[in-house]
């Protein structure tokens, strides 16, 4: 059954239990005194939350062993599985479990997780009623497990294996790193994510304050440890140094493949440079290990790679028509080998590496067969796991059956209220090349709208660009999928391709509820070039007529704030009373996450016109939403609302380096990035552009800007376009008048296709300053004129007193 086959095809999985028995590791521990130290001081002060990165086998488990084992006090202890089931918070029930015993009073919002934990009902309060919303269920869950934590700290939690963690986990402790629990230190460990790819988690606290987490990494070991561990393994005073050598080259300094090297050493025994067949690399080693194995025993280890970390001895049997007894006696003779150890509830492999390992040297033919029989055993099970089914049918090389129960897993992912997980394994279905195309078109609408608010949205963009791109495609799913689509391009930062995108679904969207909140996107003036002000008034009439004739009160509502936000731009002063009959409805107050998306458009709105109290108002309505209901995806947006108040009112302190804090944790929110850049090379302008501002300053504003100019006529943003251009011609208007006058001419003529003439208020006044300062202020007298035309009966302050100190230059 094992051979020495080179495929590198990842193995299966299957539900491990928590055990803390995981965390007892070799006798020998080096190479790690400072990162313990460090654990040992972060803990001993709670509340904290600690991120133990590194790559597989770095002894990420073996160091919070360290850690734990004298550490006083309540330890809740989880560990995720590499084949989850769409359950969320599944590691942290588990956790909680083991510590149910010693719960004491508890908050009521606690009830929440009764459902998900009925051997716990006698101690839980009563679930409260079902909440519509799945997002508000979603966050009175993540509540009532912070209220659990709450009743059982002081405590440390040590979560394992977080890079396989459900986005919900994910969201739970992204909450935590900013709403921590008093007396509960958060210790978790996880992969270090590779380039070009990430984890849920790693994603989650990318958007987190960079105070709120504090990350540990682990490196491999030097050649002093690799020699100490040698010295102690072998029983060496003093061991060779081509040994040491030898040892760090093969093994990377990986402690794990240390250690097995080490191991396998020690029990050959004699010169372990005198012999040539000598095993160096953990390949070599397991090869070593399985060579007096009988082959019976080898085959029922094959199996139990393909199936997981910790074979179930009742699925083995199952699967290779065995008996019990057989399977136990194969599984022991294997863990005499080294090969596996005891858990304390059963024996698994001692690391996912050697699974690997084992896994590899499987034929390829045997690891799908046996891939197909676990997938058949599992079949028989209630409630069936469709994550485990899909994943073992994928590498069975059965596409029809994956498909069906990835999609089976994505339902329930959304069920549950968990769009990321759904979207990640309809994702997965996208690469089935056999896919009949309306099975595609069906999977990939499924796809499009968990990656709405999920976190996989570029990987989605391109499989749905793919299928809009045949002429085929059905004008229902057209519509269905453009909007999507464009939805996500702008949610990516792509203002006018995802603005172009919607507009080419807004025909073929035939139901109305799903037509008028697209084109109540489409009212929207502050986001693309090329669309005049007039096109955005007459979206949103269209969308109006949808949403009357929908009858949903979701898409009126949509429809109304979009209006809203369109009229706070042009200067409408009937706008504020419509925004106060709003924010007084029904309505909004039954969506708070839309009343805060709301009011932080609305404030920004404020903003561009010059109501800095109005905004200030909205923004701390906005801010107070966020934090009931724990919407941490508009974080973001609330501090950059802030920051942006503060640039509007002259606030500038320190403004520059926040401003610098949230472009660097914005990466995660493309949505809210270019905005921050150009609210950052503003303030940077303005800065420079003092008297006491250095040359070097003022070449940084200004390189700064022309980024932000560049980016944002790639994506086609008019807002960021208009305030940089507008910010440069300030900063050049001294020294370089005619430069100036160009930038600010080009974003006059931006202002004027886009048809909100205050938009331009800044760049006119510089165009009459430089008329004034070369003597000739006629020159600017028709910018000046068109800017009093365009803002004249419009509650326009910012305009207005622009449009006062161009009148003291160029007189009418």
Known sequence: MIDGGEDKTRGGGSPTPVRSERLRGPVEFVGRAAELARLRRLVATPPCLILLEGEPGIGKSRLVAELLAELPGRHLIGECDDVPEPFPLGVLLDAIRGGADRLGPLNPVAGALAPLLPELADVLPDAP??????????????????????????????????????????????????????????????????????????????????????????SPLDADDVRRLAARTLRLDDPPQQLTAILLDR???????????????????????????????????????????????????????????????????????????????????????????????????????????????????????????????????????VAQLAHHYRRAGSGADFVRNAEAAADLATERGDDATAASFLLQTMDIAELPRPVRVRLAAKLGRSAIDGLSQAEAIPVLERLLADRRLPPGARGELGLVLGRMLRQQGEALRGYTEIERAVPYLRAPRRKAPALAVLAAPDTVVGRHVDDHLARCAEAETAAAASGDPAAHLAVRIARASLLLELGDPAVWAIISE????????????????????????????????????????????????????????????????????????????????????????????????????????????????????????????????????????????????????????????????????????????????????????????????AGDPGRAAGAVAELEAGIAGRDAPLAQAALRRCRALVPA
């Open 251 to 385: 093994t990377a300094g990986i402690p794990f493949v240390v250690e097995e090297v080490l191991r396998t050493l020690a029990e050959r025994g004699g010169d372990p440079l005198a012999d040539d067949s000598v095993p160096f690399v953990l390949r070599d080693v397991l090869l070593w290990r399985l060579r007096p194995l009988d082959e019976a025993t080898r085959e029922v280890l094959g199996a139990a790679a393909v199936l997981g970390m910790t074979p179930d001895q009742r699925v083995l049997a199952s699967v290779l028509s065995l008996d019990r007894v057989a399977i136990g006696a194969a599984l022991t003779t294997a863990h005499r080998a080294g090969l596996l150890h005891d858990a304390g509830d059963g024996l698994r492999f001692r690391h996912d590496l050697a699974r690997q390992v084992v896994y590899d040297l499987v034929p390829r033919e045997s690891r799908e067969w046996l891939h197909l029989r676990v997938a058949r055993v599992l079949e028989q099970e209630l409630p069936r796991p």
């Open 582 to 773: 709003l924010r007084a409805s029904a309505d909004l107050a039954d969506r708070p996450r839309e009343h805060a998306r709301a009011c932080l458009n609305w404030a920004q709105g404020a903003l561009h016109a010059g109501h800095p109290e109005q905004a200030e108002a909205l923004l701390a309505a906005g801010r107070a939403l966020v934090d009931e209901t724990g919407y941490e995806r508009l974080a973001s947006l609330v501090e950059a609302t802030e920051l942006s108040l503060d640039r509007a009112a002259g606030r500038l302190d320190g403004l520059a380096e926040r401003l610098s804090r949230l472009v660097a944790s914005a990466e995660r929110m493309p949505v809210t990035l270019l905005d921050a850049r150009a609210e950052l090379a503003t303030v940077l302008a303005r800065t420079a552009g003092t008297e006491s501002g250095r040359h070097d300053q003022v070449e940084s504003a200004e390189r700064a800007l022309r980024e932000v100019m560049v980016d944002a006529r790639r994506v086609g943003a008019i807002w960021p376009l208009v305030q940089a251009l507008s910010a440069l011609a300030r900063l050049t208007v001294t020294g370089r008048p005619d430069e100036a006058v160009r930038h600010a001419a080009e974003a006059l003529v931006l202002v004027r296709g886009k048809g909100i003439l205050a938009w331009a208020a800044e760049a006119v006044l510089v165009l009459a300053e430089a008329a004034t300062a």
């Open 129 to 218: 009623p079902p909440l519509t919303d799945p997002a508000a269920e979603r966050h009175r869950l993540l509540r009532a497990v912070a209220a659990v934590l709450a009743a059982l700290s002081p405590a440390t939690l040590l979560l394992e294996d977080l890079h396989w963690a459900d986005p919900a986990t994910c969201e739970l402790l992204a909450y935590l790193s900013t709403h921590p629990v008093e007396g509960l230190a958060v210790v978790l460990t996880a992969r270090t994510a590779t380039p070009g790819s990430s984890t849920p988690i790693h994603d989650a606290l990318a958007r987190t304050p960079p105070w709120s987490v504090t990350r540990v990494a682990l």
